[in-house]
Structures are given as C-alpha cells and as structure tokens.
C-alpha cells in the first residue's frame, strides 16, 4: 500500500459502530414501546414479554448456523441480510394486531442480532485490524450500548409526541437511512479488495489477507475450525461464555429490583440510561485491558467488578440515586451489555485469525443461549425465594465459575501452544 493512499480501514470501523448503534439500539427500544403496544393492543404484558424469548432464541441458532453461511456469503452480504430482517421487525411491529405478527417480528429482531451485529461485524473487524485488535473491537460494540442510551430516550419523545405506531416507523427510517449508506458507501469487508492490508498486519494484497472465507487464510495465523474443536480450550470456552451469559443478565431485572426497593419508575429507567452509557465507556476501556494484559486479566477484571457492583446494588437498594449511581458503576465494567466482548475478545485470543468466522458463531450463539435460559431462571428463584437475595447469590457464583472455565481454556489455548512449539 503506497504511503499516500489513505487506509480506508478507520472509515470502515467507524461504519461499523454507527451500524451497532442503530441496529441494537433500535431493537432494544422495544422496552420503550412495550407499555404503548400493550395499551393499545390489550394483550398481556406476559403474552408480549415473549417477544424477548422468542428473539433470544432465533439469535442463538442464528449465531450456530453464522459459520456455516460464511462459507458461502460474505460477511457484508451476511451483514446487509441483518439489517434488512432489522428494518421488516421494524414495520411490522408498526404494523401489527396480533400476537402472530408480533411473534414473527420477534423473529426477525433474532435473526437481525445473530447475522446483523456481533458476528459479522467482528468478522469484518479481524479483517482490518490486527494491531489493538481487542480495542478497535471494543470500539465498535461500544456503538451498540451508545445507541440504546442515545436512541430509547429519544424514542421515548416520538412516542409522546406521535402515535406509537408512527415513532417505529421513524425510527426504522432513520436506521435505514444511516445503516445503508454506511454498508453500501464506506463498509469494505476485505482490505485487499481496496488493495489495503490490515493495520498492523503483514497479510500479502491477496485473499490471504481475509477472514471472509474460512478456506483461504493462513495456516500460521492461528488454527482450523477442526483443530480448535478438537481441543479441550473450546469446550471449556463455550461453558465459561454459556454461564456468561446466564450470569450477567440480572442487569433485565434491576428496575423491578428498584421499584420494589421503592425507587420512582422515572429514576429508575434514567439511571438505567446513565448505566447503558457507562457500559460504552467501559468496554473501550476492556478492549485495552485485552491488548495490553490479555483475556485471563480481562476477563478477572470482569468478573471481580461484577461481583462487586451486583453486591453493592443488593445492599444499597434504593437509597438516594447518587449511591445507586456509584453502585452501577463497577457492575457496568461486568455486566451483561459489557459481556457482549466476551466471545469476540477470547476466540480471536484462543484460536487466532485463521477460522475465527468460523468459530465465532458457536460463542455469540451461546451467550444469547445463557441469556434466554437465565431469565426463567431468575424468575423462578425470585419467586421460591420470596425476593432478590437468591437470585443476586446464584448469578455471582455462576459468574465466578465462569471466570474459572475460561481462565483455565485461555491457558490451554491452541494457539499457545503453536506459539510454544
């Protein structure tokens, strides 16, 4: 690459942010519309709550089949089908008069958060970025906790200004808008089809040099699909990730927590916001962590800030909001949205570059797995147990166990031992 051509790659991280900025933000604003759809429609708030299982689901086995499909798409085609599912759950919610359709739009949330945010766009990440690999990553999941502090309040003003059917199809507008211009004007998902290599890479200008097709890439750059599956550090990963994910989401249940403490619903929801906001920080803050210490000091990091910011939450209740304030602040370096790094940060570490497409579906699949099987599991320990002591105990433990699993996988690594050998 000639030294006055500039490097497209810094273009096409700061697409891929503004891509999971609008894309999970505005899946996540569901939670503003929920009261307005239930007025509306009168359906249960059981029968709609669904929609959330329904969604986790579809994301899990979409995640599972990401490799697959890889073989034969390209990351930014299997991208681009993840905004247009995003787009049709949009108008059809807007849409909607039925469970049925309500349900089918839950479907395609899922389907846009397993081919339309994490995986493929960390695929087209590892591509462009070799070099403070964990923190550009970080960067760019960043943009999906920014977009739901940014979007939800804002859609929250659509919704009192306009009929909440209008607000959706605003809001699925304006993401049309932006995602489209960014994936069909700026995202590249192969530096060597602008004649680039990665920042900080020394990949030659051919099809060596990408991570779209888990065949071409180089052996060195660390190991195949069958290798990294035939190791003991990828089953030990795929259960540390799983109780990842069933761990952290007690973040779904802090406003009832707070509520039933007597917190306001106002105060509440806006310290939820406050704490989306301070999860962006603290991811890009992660990713560096990664760069520098690796994915075993990550990964305590997490979980010992998790820990700590879930025991201040449960002891602090609702006191006055400037020490839940401080409370939430150790929980949003471990918490769920923060988790979302997880399998990206430990694949890319445990089995290099080389299949990482490949490999990272299986990850992304299970923590949404963890997801969907925690939240019946929380509900069912609150509910035997009379309050939120137990659940706040179980999810700290699972988080620990976690935090072993993966210590212990990252120090088995394949590509440790390639780097011994």
Known sequence: ????????????????????????????????????????????LGEVALISTIATVVAFA????????????????????GVVVCLANFFIIS??????????????????????????????????????????MSVVIAGSMFGGAVIM???????????????????????????????????????????????GGDEPKGGDASLAKSDVKNPAD???????????????????????????????????????????VPASTAIMGLYAFLTGVASIFLGRV??????????????VTFIIGASLIYLVGAAASWIVILAIIPFAVGGKKTST????????EAFGRHSYGAIIGYFAGVLQLGIAISNPVIGTLHRVSGGYKVPFMVMGC??????LLITLALKKAPTRAKARA
């Open 341 to 348: 790094l997880t399998p990206p940060l430990v694949v890319s």
């Open 398 to 403: 699972l988080n620990v166990l976690a935090l």
């Open 95 to 136: 849409q909607a008069h039925s469970l049925a359709a309500l349900y089918m739009a839950a479907a395609c949330a899922g389907l846009a958060i397993g081919y339309g945010t994490v995986a493929p766009i960390s695929v087209i990440v590892n591509n462009w970025f070799v070099k403070n690999r964990a923190t550009y």
């Open 1 to 44: 690459m000639a030294n006055n051509v500039k490097f497209r790659g810094w273009t096409v991280l700061v697409s891929c942010c503004l891509v999971m900025f609008f894309i999970q933000g505005g899946i996540q604003a569901f939670a503003v519309f929920l009261p307005a759809i239930i007025k509306d429609t009168g359906f249960t």
């Open 62 to 81: 979409a995640n599972l089949s990401f490799g697959f499909l890889l073989k034969k798409f390209s990351a930014k085609t299997i991208l681009t089908f």
């Open 290 to 303: 990664s760069d520098k210490l690796g994915g075993r000091t990550y990964i305590a990091l997490t979980t």
């Open 222 to 264: 660390g190991v195949d699909l069958t290798t990294a599956r035939s190791s003991v550090s990828f089953w030990l990963l795929l259960v540390g990730v799983l109780l990842v994910g069933c761990s952290t989401n007690i973040e779904n249940f802090l406003p009832d927590f707070w509520q039933r403490e007597g917190m306001s």
């Open 153 to 199: 309040p804002l859609t929250g003003q659509l919704i009192h200004h306009f009929d909440w059917r209008v607000a959706y199809q605003v809001l699925g507008l304006v993401v049309a808008v932006v995602v489209f211009i960014c994936l069909f004007v700026f995202i590249v998902d192969d530096p060597a089809k602008k004649g680039q290599k990665a920042y």
